[in-house]
């Protein structure tokens, strides 16, 4: 009676012990993907290295991809920082840009009315 009663807790242990061991590679493998996950982004060092142009073509495939932007406003943003820094609209003509841009998709303006809007601010400087 007593063989048989340890024959059957020596299988319990092989089992716990299979059960433990699978549970171990699995996480394992969990830790050992994240950071093979994380080698394929750049680093702080690397983000560093690159020109601005390439930093901010990096954050806004982030923001499409995390959802903040659709394509196309983060394909008008780039446009956008492209004709500030060639000096061919300022800063505040951009932004203008922009919300118009965010109020016609929202459909709270018709493009018609963004252009009157636009133009109205660039003869007057009225911004409303």
Not at 60 to 81: D, F, R
Request: without cysteine; proline residues 1%; neutral net charge.
């Amino acid at each position: 009676m007593q063989k048989i009663f340890l024959k059957e807790n020596k299988e319990l242990r092989i089992r716990i012990l299979l059960i433990l061991f699978t549970i171990l590679i699995f996480v394992t493998t969990i830790f050992v993907s994240g950071k093979y996950i994380e080698a394929e982004e750049p680093s702080k060092l690397e983000k560093n290295s690159l020109t601005t142009e390439e930093v901010m073509i990096y954050q806004l495939k982030e923001a499409v991809l995390e959802g903040k932007l659709t394509e196309e406003q983060a394909i008008l943003k780039w446009k956008l920082s492209q004709a500030i820094s060639e000096e061919l609209i300022t800063k505040e003509q951009a932004i203008l840009k922009w919300e118009l841009s965010q109020a016609i998709s929202k459909g709270l303006i018709t493009k018609e009315q963004a252009v009157l809007k636009y133009e109205l601010h660039q003869t007057t400087g009225y911004r409303k």
